[in-house]
């Protein structure tokens, strides 16, 4: 099968020298990305290569310069370390990668999502207005889970949308945003939230033997009513049946900020004998994915598989460890676009979705000015992978 990357027909014109800056927590995805851009644009062919508006086109590395030094209050500085003139600049954040640490005042501070943030801003206001343009590249959307109001609340996702656009960015990319509604706090400016559906489906089909990929043998599970267009999604593109639990809270309680969860109801038919895939955005303590597998098992499921684009797993993995030993779980599914702890990546449970070629590819093509039209939506691709997968033509 011919490789994709060459049938991205990226003739136009770029709007400028392209520049990527990855803040710290954020370096081993960025320097995958850059990987494949220079490999890309090293084979690309074009006859306008030597012209003056693809000057530094073809490049040893596309990652610019930059730091943000701490002083020993715990104070700092965004520094840029060359030029970012006319450059169409595009900046990756990871403002969940919680092993970065720094002094202060003496004592160790592991960096927060605040501090994540803080320093993206710091970056923009290094660039100085230099830049032709800048895109942000924020796969775990800062606040998002602070989406809405629903009593005397502050409004942060919004709040900081509208704080980077102020500094001057033009576009900012995100992975499955808790909800996309969020966009509405910047109406006039570019806002994007990308579905990883297609490397689950390839993750599952590389990593899993026996797949049946039909509504008799295979379901998709919404762990909860917020989460459900992306599972009617998969179901759709996949052709499978998909099933729902809601969270029944009591609300004369509050536990840890929030209502009690009494328990997980199901709408659907009978999962018995079948496959499931459980599908959200997230894995935060992970709780709500492993009780929706245990009641799945309990209704004679077969095999579990959970599918969430963010692995926080902020109680650790233990649990997890548990249910993968105990058999309510068979695989977990989760993207590199966050930090993952090395004991993740060495459990026999976890499968790692490597996110970096599909960052790269909307990078190159809207460097290009081109649509992303079909990269937004993987449709195409993912027929053509299961076509594959099912006339036994597919291999890793």
Not at 4 to 31: F, Q, Y
Not at 62 to 86: D, H, M, Q, T
Not at 189 to 196: A, L
Not at 306 to 328: P, S
Request: hydrophobic share 40%; aromatic share 8%; charged share 25%.
């Amino acid at each position: 099968m011919a490789k994709r990357e060459e049938k991205r027909n990226l003739e136009t014109i770029p709007v400028g020298s392209l520049g990527i800056i990855p803040l710290e927590g954020c370096r081993a995805l960025g320097e995958k990305v850059d990987y494949y851009l220079v490999k890309w644009r090293t084979e690309r062919e074009s006859e306008h290569k030597d012209s003056l508006a693809f000057a530094g086109y073809q490049r040893d590395s596309y990652i610019l310069g930059a730091k943000v030094p701490r002083f020993g209050s715990g104070e700092a500085k965004g520094i840029i370390l060359e030029s970012v003139r006319g450059t169409d600049l595009y900046l990756l954040v990871d403002v969940a990668n919680y092993s970065l640490t720094y002094s202060l005042c003496g004592h160790e501070n592991h960096m927060s999502p605040d501090d994540h943030f803080q320093n993206l801003k710091r970056i923009i206001a290094a660039v100085g207005g230099k830049a032709r343009r800048i895109t942000v590249i924020m796969p775990y959307l800062y606040e998002s889970r602070q989406h809405k109001r629903t009593s005397r609340e502050s409004l942060d996702c919004a709040l900081a949308l509208q704080e980077m656009v102020a500094m001057g960015v033009d576009n900012i990319i995100t992975f499955d945003a808790h909800d996309p509604r969020v966009q509405n706090a910047i109406p006039l400016h570019g806002f994007e939230t990308v579905q990883p559906t297609y490397q689950f489906i390839k993750g599952l089909l590389q990593h899993v033997d026996n797949l049946e990929l039909d509504s008799n043998h295979m379901m998709v599970i919404s762990p909860d009513e917020g989460g459900m267009s992306r599972a009617i999604y998969m179901a759709n593109v996949i052709g499978l049946d998909m099933g729902m639990f809601y969270k029944r809270r009591d609300y004369t309680r509050v536990v840890n900020g929030r209502n009690p969860i009494v328990a997980h109801e199901f709408l659907g038919t009978s999962v018995e004998g079948k496959d499931m895939i459980i599908i959200d955005d997230m894995i935060s303590s992970g709780e709500s994915a492993l009780e929706v597998a245990a009641e799945l098992k309990k209704r004679k499921a077969n095999r579990v598989f959970i599918c969430a684009t963010f692995g926080l797993f902020t109680n650790g993995i233990e649990r997890f460890d548990k249910a993968f030993e105990d058999g309510i779980i068979d695989k977990v599914l989760t993207t590199n676009l966050i930090y993952q702890t090395p004991e993740l990546l060495s459990r026999e449970w976890y499968i790692n979705c490597d996110m970096s070629k599909y960052i790269a590819y909307i990078i190159d093509t809207l460097n290009h000015d081109a649509s992303i039209s079909d990269l937004l939506d993987p449709n195409e691709r993912i027929q053509t992978i299961l076509a594959r997968y099912k006339s036994g033509d597919f291999e890793d």
